[in-house]
């Protein structure tokens, strides 16, 4: 097993200039330690979103990695996801999933089916390589040669759940961090500071 | 569905001159004469997904790292893709034009398709300005569906009414 902690500590290390697009419990974990936050998304309020968002971006930037921070839950929730990155199939797309087999953020209930090899289900889909770990030591050592392999990549880490016992907060100040995200990874991406206001938040 | 006839290569040329870079779509029965007329555009990529409520995300994505996306989805897949307009479009602000296949409709307002009948309340519900496409007549309203979403940071609908012809016919 693998903490949240640890496996976020050993991507960033190896992250480089890559956007990352995280969410659920990653994104606590990632905000402490990311080297660039200007480059990070944290998927709050659109569940299951976060590998769909990171295509995107992956496929605007082809130059550019993109690493995807998802969770087993919800992958789950946006399955077909994995058909429709490996139909595209970007070079420079690192799907991770955190696979701890509960719902953490309500509390830690089970899903559906705790058992899915995440992996197995990328690789029958046409990704370009799979790797699963349940040791720090052997993601930590792996890491540099799968991201400069060519994508798409499944990376499922196998850690313990946290389930939390607190709710979620919502407020104006939580929901406009990720449009203000989104317009800082823009004017990052595109040296352009074109997005204006917009919706309820900002 | 009415008799009014859109030629795909008249909407595809109204991409192209509002620099669309990415068609985002899942495909349906009315559209199905669209996605090959843009097969034939290189300037266009089409990004197909599994399921309409990947479009959304897809195409912020895309917009994010700088390109100029469009989704083209069908009535019933708007409605499985409540949650990422909510989340991903009118949340954060996304200036994204989306066509949606009018599927159903008919201007007597009779329809037994309930997939029609719920469109314009639902985009209403949304807060969504939206258009109506019937034929290539209409197609000089494109134009003002990107200048609204650019002007108001928001998405805007463009409801295509009729089924898209084959080819030239």
């Known amino acids: 097993m693998i903490t949240y902690a640890d496996a976020c500590r050993v991507i960033n290390d190896s992250r480089g200039e890559a956007v990352s697009v995280s969410t659920m419990t990653q994104t606590k974990y990632w905000n402490q330690i990311s080297s660039e936050p200007d480059l990070d998304v944290g998927i709050a309020n659109a569940m299951s979103k976060a590998s769909s968002v990171a295509l995107g971006v992956a496929l605007g930037d082809p130059e550019r990695p993109v690493i995807c921070l998802d969770s087993d839950g919800s992958l789950l929730m946006n399955f077909g996801t994995l058909a429709t990155i490996a139909g595209m199939a970007p070079k420079n797309l690192y799907h991770f999933v955190f696979n701890n087999g509960i719902y953490s953020v309500t509390g830690g209930q089970p899903l559906p089916a705790p058992g899915v090899e995440y992996a197995k289900a990328a690789d029958a889909c046409g990704y370009a390589s799979v790797h699963r770990f349940d040791d720090v030591e052997s993601l930590d050592s792996a890491l540099p040669d799968i991201l400069a392999s060519d994508g798409p990549v499944l990376i499922e880490i196998i850690v313990n759940g946290e389930p939390q016992t607190e709710g979620v907060d919502q407020t104006w100040e939580s929901n406009a961090r990720l449009p203000q995200q989104l317009r800082a990874l823009r004017k990052r991406l595109t040296g352009t500071d074109d997005w204006g206001p917009g919706g309820p938040y900002i | 569905m009415i008799n009014g006839v859109l030629h795909p290569k008249n909407v595809v040329a109204q991409l192209v001159q509002q620099g669309v870079s990415h068609y985002v779509t899942l495909p349906d029965s009315e559209t199905a004469h669209m996605y090959a007329a843009l097969m034939a555009e290189p300037s266009i990529t089409i990004v197909p997904v599994s399921r309409e409520g990947e479009a959304i995300p897809v195409a912020a994505g895309l917009f994010v790292a700088g390109q100029n996306p469009v989704i083209s989805i069908q009535n019933a897949g708007l409605y499985e893709a409540g949650d990422a307009l909510r989340g991903l479009a009118l949340g954060i602000g996304l200036p994204l034009v989306m066509f949606i296949g009018y599927r159903g ?64 016919e």
């Not at chain 2, 639902?122 to 300005?129: G, K, T």
């Not at chain 2, 019937?134 to 009414?161: C, H, M, Y």
């Open chain 2, 105 to 168: 409709h008919n201007r007597k307002g009779d329809t037994p398709d309930s997939a029609a009948t719920f469109l314009e309340p639902y985009l209403h519900m949304w807060r969504v300005d939206y258009l109506v496409i019937e034929s290539d007549d209409d197609l000089d309203r494109v134009p003002l569906a990107f200048e609204r979403a650019a002007k108001t940071n928001q998405p805007f609908a463009v409801a295509i009414g009729t089924e898209y012809a084959k080819g030239d």
